[in-house]
T-cell receptor, first 115, second 110 residues
């Protein structure tokens, strides 16, 4: 049973560039959430996708956008990168039709460095 | 004030010790609660859900007090392998948004 996978594992970009991160959810999961984790902090919720639509959004600017595909995989896009966007980007999947607890399973993350 | 606040830590304890972590949340509409464990430079992994009746999984016990908006995690007989950062997580109704605390770091020493 494949868990949550993310690509790439590491990425170095220059300020002002654009980046796309990818996530495949755990088998049987239909919901994907994206988080940003800065060093020494807990993950911060960016947004959640379900049925190919953004369902919830955290306090992130419009430079952060996403997409979910019919196979439930997802992409996170960040435009006009800032130095402060350097962080670990985590994808988490869950089964919205499962238990009310909505336990989330995380991928290994993509470590983005903006120079 | 942060929506989810945890003990600042770090906690440095000897093997075999009992250690407790606390977490408070500010939104009374919060519906579900979890503890995650995160090892250095790794992804968070679900440790356990937290129920109002309290729940236990081996050496780990989680408690929820909705009236005080307080969650706790107790680890008994600490092992070296318990060294990690423990994250408190609160989900709103409909589970659309999860809010994480900043974590409490535990180091268990021989």
């Amino acid at each position: 049973d494949a868990g949550v996978t993310q690509s790439p594992t590491h990425l170095i970009k220059t300020r002002g560039q654009q980046v796309t991160l990818r996530c495949s959810p755990k088998s049987g999961h239909d919901t994907v959430s994206w988080y940003q984790q800065a060093l020494g902090q807990g993950p911060q919720f960016i947004f959640q996708y379900y049925e190919e639509e953004e369902r919830q959004r955290g306090n992130f600017p419009d430079r952060f956008s996403g997409h979910q595909f019919p196979n439930y995989s997802s992409e996170l896009n960040v435009n006009a990168l800032l130095l402060g966007d350097s962080a670990l980007y985590l994808c988490a999947s869950s089964d919205r039709t499962g238990t009310v607890d909505y336990e989330q399973y995380f991928g290994p993350g993509t470590r983005l460095t903006v120079t | 004030r942060k929506e989810v606040e945890q003990d600042p830590g770090p906690f440095n304890v000897p093997e075999g010790a009992t250690v407790a972590f606390n977490c408070t949340y500010s939104n009374s509409a919060s519906q579900s609660f979890f503890w995650y464990r995160q090892d250095c430079r790794k992804e968070p992994k679900l440790l356990m859900s937290v129920y109002s009746s309290g729940n236990e999984d081996g050496r780990f016990t989680a408690q929820l007090n909705r009236a005080s908006q307080y969650i706790s995690l107790l680890i008994r007989d600490s092992k070296l392998s318990d060294s990690a950062t423990y994250l408190c997580v609160v989900n709103m109704a409909d589970a659309g948004k999860s809010t994480f605390g900043d974590g409490t770091t535990l180091t268990v020493k021989p």
